[in-house]
Nanobody, 120 residues
Framework: QVQLVESGGGLVQPGGSLRLSCAAS????????MGWYRQAPGKERELVAR???????NYADSVKGRFTISRENAKNTVHLQMNSLKPEDTAVYYC??????????????WGQGTQVTVSS
C-alpha cells in the first residue's frame, strides 16, 4: 500500500514563504512524476507544479518565478518551495504521484491535502 504524507502548510502573511513536503511510503519501484495541485473554495483543482523522473518540470503560469519544485529520489520525497506568496495562493494543496510502480499495476496516488492560507 502506497501512502503520500504531506507537511508544511499553514498561515503566512503576503510576501512570505512556505515549504511543502510530500513523502511517498511503501514498496515502490519507481514513480513517473510527482507534483502538487491545489483547490481553492468554489474552484476546480489545478496543477501547481510537477516534476518527472526525467527532471522535466511544469509550473502553473501564476506561480512561475515564485515556486520551485524539487525531489529527493532516495526518499521518494518532493518539496515545493513557495516564495512571495499572495492571497490568491490560498488553497488546499494536494500531493500527487503518477504511475507509481509497485508489485501491483501502476496507479496514481493522492495525499490528504494540506491547507495554505495567505492573509494579513
Amino acid at each position: 500500500q502506497v501512502q503520500l504524507v504531506e507537511s508544511g502548510g499553514g498561515l503566512v502573511q503576503p510576501g512570505g514563504s512556505l515549504r511543502l513536503s510530500c513523502a511517498a511510503s511503501g514498496t515502490i519501484y519507481s514513480i513517473n512524476a510527482m507534483g502538487w495541485y491545489r483547490q481553492a473554495p468554489g474552484k476546480e483543482r489545478e496543477l501547481v507544479a510537477r516534476l518527472t523522473s526525467g527532471d522535466s518540470t511544469n509550473y502553473a503560469d501564476s506561480v512561475k518565478g515564485r515556486f520551485t519544485i524539487s525531489r529527493e529520489n532516495a526518499k521518494n520525497t518532493v518539496h515545493l518551495q513557495m516564495n512571495s506568496l499572495k492571497p490568491e495562493d490560498t488553497a488546499v494543496y494536494y500531493c500527487n504521484a503518477e504511475k507509481v510502480v509497485t508489485a501491483w499495476r501502476p496507479q496514481d496516488y493522492w495525499g490528504q491535502g494540506t491547507q495554505v492560507t495567505v492573509s494579513s
